[in-house]
């Protein structure tokens, strides 16, 4: 199908919230990578959304090249055809983009949508993400407050980060031992700043102890029952209805199923899955490298094995094995099954 609208994307999340889902949002960095989420997904009767980070977005230009502007313009323009291929729907964004590269990546891909929609045509991105994580919280939200119209504009949705996930993600890097866990006072202060939604529509990645990255179980103490007591906060602060906040789920790789259901159930809409696909691909490579060794190589004098060496040999491999990954994440997300209900 193709990508979705700005109102499509927007009823996909509320279709989330409202049914308590939520959606992959699955890093690419290749044409590769790309078909592996749309076969994944399609598999799993789930829509959802493909995502590119800054350096998935220089990796796609051409790694010699590093125009990330360009590579996330000639991603979206990839993943916009071949979506028409496959029976669900597709939204675009953008990653973790923090203040040093706002000029060179989200700032030139708002300008490129805005000249589409001057000319009749839809956003190329439904949502970009502001990474304030890394400056005081007033500068986050000042940067967020002069975004927020122009997306507002384009009718396209903000994703601010309002605390500091730990690890590290495309060079976007937080020490552990920083604040993990996001406070009520910190999202009243987001309120105050971009509104609940009159302003233009955001959803927030508060924290909770995430981590991008691996971490062996017990690494990192999540608490996923702090996204439903701010709810609660500012439901009670605001007058609002249930869950005012569409949230996302950053550094979910090691979470458990319990862990995730609660996130889901206090309003998490979108969660971010990188690591774990990236291995699941790589995993399947090294797999077939080193079970074909003499057959991927040239060994002795030997000739090979053409079949086996083919990128497209193993291409089709890791592409399935990754597939499985996002399969299993809309089955821990709910979205296994939703894509046209």
Known sequence: MPVATPDQYAEMLNKAKTNGFAYPAINVSSSSTVNSVLQGLSEAGSDGIIQVTTGGADYFAGHTVKNRASGALAAAAFVTEV??????????????????????????????????????????????????????????????????????????????????????EDGVSADENANLYTTLEDVIDTVEALGLG??????????????????????????????????????????????PLDLVFHGGSGSTAAEIATAVANGVVKMNIDTDTQYAYSRSLADTVLRNYDGFLKVDGEVGNKKVYDPRSWGKIAESAMAKRVIEATQQLGSAGWSGK
């Open 83 to 168: 979506a028409k291929n496959y029976p669900v729907t597709i939204a675009l964004h953008t990653d973790h983009c923090p203040k040093d590269a706002l000029d060179g990546f989200v700032l030139p891909l708002i300008a490129a949508s805005e000249a589409e929609v001057k000319a009749g045509r839809n956003p190329i991105f439904q949502s970009h993400m502001w990474d304030g994580s890394a400056v005081p919280l007033e500068e986050n939200l000042r940067i967020a407050k002069d975004l927020l119209p122009r997306m507002k504009a384009i009718s396209a949705i903000l994703e601010v980060e309002i605390g500091v996930v730990g690890g590290e």
């Open 198 to 243: 009159d302003q233009g529509r955001y959803i927030a990645a508060l924290t909770f102890g995430n981590v991008h990255g691996v971490y062996k179980p017990g690494g990192v103490k999540l608490r996923p029952e702090l996204l439903g007591e701010i709810q609660a906060g500012i439901q009670a602060k605001y007058g609002t209805g249930l869950l």
